[in-house]
């Protein structure tokens, strides 16, 4: 059970904050799973933004090198993705997933709209 909040619509230039919350999630089985971005623009294929694995190790889609910021508090239960200098091709519909073992899990996503 993955809740995703934080999108919206924003001016290019923007920047927006996701958050992917696992509250039904124990710590011991949070901590060490991979947390993962992916987004869906209309007609494609869903595509990797950006992962973060328990040790806090990083990779990034080279379409938001340098724009996105992935992050992650266990404590929380909570990946986050700061996303700024936004364009129109970023707008999307984005997914957190959770991978533990290659046991996958799905939020529902949420609308980025990047439009003026």
């Known amino acids: 059970h993955l809740e995703e909040s934080g999108g919206g619509l924003v001016q290019p230039g923007g920047s927006l904050r996701l958050s992917c919350r696992a509250p039904r999630t124990i710590l011991s089985v949070f901590s060490p799973s991979v947390m993962g971005w992916y987004r869906q623009a209309p007609g494609k294929e869903r595509d990797l933004v950006a992962v973060i694995a328990g040790d806090g190790s990083t990779n990034y889609a080279d379409s938001v090198k340098g724009r996105f910021i992935i992050s992650r508090d266990n404590s929380r239960r909570t990946v986050y993705l700061q996303m700024n200098d936004l364009a129109p091709d970023d707008t999307a519909i984005y997914y957190c997933?959770?991978?533990?073992?290659?046991?996958?899990?799905w939020g529902q996503g949420t609308q980025v709209t990047v439009s003026s």
């Open positions: 997933n959770r991978n533990l073992g290659g046991q996958e899990f």
